[in-house]
Structure formats: structure tokens, C-alpha cells
Antibody
Framework: EVQLVESGGGLVQPGGSLRLSCTASGFTFSSYWMSWVRQAPGKGLEWVANIKQDGSEKYYVDSVKGRFTISRDNAKRSLDLQMNSLRVEDTAVYYC????????????WGQGTLVTVSS | QSALTQPASVSGSPGQSIAISCTGTSSDVGGYNYVSWYQQHPGKAPKLMIYEVSNRPSGISDRFSGSKSGNTASLTISGLQAEDEAEYYCSSYSSGTTLEVFGTGTKVTVL
């Protein structure tokens, strides 16, 4: 059974940093692109970042470029999102999701982890 | 990159069919057959219902179907059931700087 479990969310002040992690099981992690998608409270879904199987390609939504970094450790079956210079508008539930290729659908999602940016 | 446009809400009675539209541009919906649809129940993670415009993942009921014409994609739910009540989001690959764009979301209510 495919499982994706996010961790690392919490309350952080504006300008602060937070690192999210996603641990994968039930599939060959190194064979899939992975993504982060977020959802602000009461709002819609927003794609945040993609990373290729070997980490050689990374893509970000414009609003997080230069502040967020997506990375992966295939040996540990883990996906990370380093978030720096956090803003109030980054407050959201962050989901880790698996996709087959760069343009493939998000076939499996984690349960999400809440990040709250507030003073 | 703007979100794809969906109606805020759609409703129907049990057994009826409803359709949800998803309007984008030639840079996303109209330019690629990489349109997906996701179902999200309150407090839960999204679930893939349709991919590549009209394909259903294994385990998804054939009551759910997808189509596309020009810059607008559609999700049709036939034989509406109580458990179909949820928020639905479309998404599309995009040629802009944002590789993937989601729709604004549609709340489906079963009367």
C-alpha cells in the first residue's frame, strides 16, 4: 500500500524557517517524480514544487522561488521542503504527493501538515 | 499564472447527472491533454478521479467521466450519490512558469 506521511509543520513567525519532511513507503520511491501542493485555510489547491526522480530537475511556483527548496533522499525514501523567509500568506496545509512524470497526475497524496505563519 | 475557472457550486438530486466546467487558456487546458480532476472531502487529502482528460484510475467508478473542448474541460458525474458530495478541483499542465495550475474548486451538493 502506497503511504506518504508528512511531518514538520507548526507555528512560525514571519521571516522564519521551517523544514517539512515526507516519508514514503509501499512503492519504489526512486522511480517517481514527487511534488508539494498546499492549501490555505478555506482556499483551493496550489502546486508548490516538483522534483525529478534523481533530484536533477526542480521546479517551483513563482511565489516561492528563492525562498523554498525541494530535495529528496532516495536511500531514506524521504522528500523535504525547506521553507525560508516565510510569509503570512504561506500559511497552509502542505501535502506531499507522488506523480509518475513531470506532467503526470498526482496519483497519491499524504494527509498533509499544517504550517502557520503568524506573529 | 491565474487559476483555472470553475463554478463555485453545483447541485443535483440523487440519481441525476451533473457537469463541472474548468476553463483555462491555450497555455494550459487548451494546449495539452494533461487535465486531471480531484475530489476532496472536508478535512481529507485530495483524491485523483480523472487524468489525461478522460482516463479513470483503477478503482474509480465509471460514473465519473471527463472531456475537453477547446480551453474548457468538464467532469460529469452520473447517477449522483450522497458520497459524491465534496469539493472538486481540476488541474492542468501549463507552459508558463507555473508548471501546474489548479482550478478554483467546485462544491458539489447532493440535494
Amino acid at each position: 500500500e502506497v503511504q506518504l506521511v508528512e511531518s514538520g509543520g507548526g507555528l512560525v513567525q514571519p521571516g522564519g524557517s521551517l523544514r517539512l519532511s515526507c516519508t514514503a513507503s509501499g512503492f519504489t520511491f526512486s522511480s517517481y517524480w514527487m511534488s508539494w501542493v498546499r492549501q490555505a485555510p478555506g482556499k483551493g489547491l496550489e502546486w508548490v514544487a516538483n522534483i525529478k526522480q534523481d533530484g536533477s530537475e526542480k521546479y517551483y511556483v513563482d511565489s516561492v522561488k528563492g525562498r523554498f527548496t525541494i530535495s529528496r533522499d532516495n536511500a531514506k525514501r524521504s522528500l523535504d521542503l525547506q521553507m525560508n523567509s516565510l510569509r503570512v500568506e504561506d500559511t497552509a496545509v502542505y501535502y506531499c504527493a507522488r506523480r509518475g512524470g513531470a506532467s503526470s497526475p498526482l496519483g497519491y497524496w499524504g494527509q498533509g501538515t499544517l504550517v502557520t505563519v503568524s506573529s | 499564472q491565474s487559476a483555472l475557472t470553475q463554478p463555485a457550486s453545483v447541485s443535483g438530486s440523487p440519481g441525476q447527472s451533473i457537469a463541472i466546467s474548468c476553463t483555462g487558456t491555450s497555455s494550459d487546458v487548451g494546449g495539452y491533454n494533461y487535465v486531471s480532476w480531484y475530489q476532496q472531502h472536508p478535512g481529507k487529502a485530495p483524491k485523483l478521479m480523472i487524468y489525461e482528460v478522460s482516463n479513470r484510475p483503477s478503482g474509480i467508478s465509471d460514473r465519473f467521466s471527463g472531456s475537453k473542448s477547446g480551453n474548457t474541460a468538464s467532469l460529469t458525474i452520473s447517477g449522483l450519490q450522497a458520497e459524491d458530495e465534496a469539493e472538486y478541483y481540476c488541474s492542468s499542465y501549463s507552459s508558463g512558469t507555473t508548471l501546474e495550475v489548479f482550478g478554483t474548486g467546485t462544491k458539489v451538493t447532493v440535494l
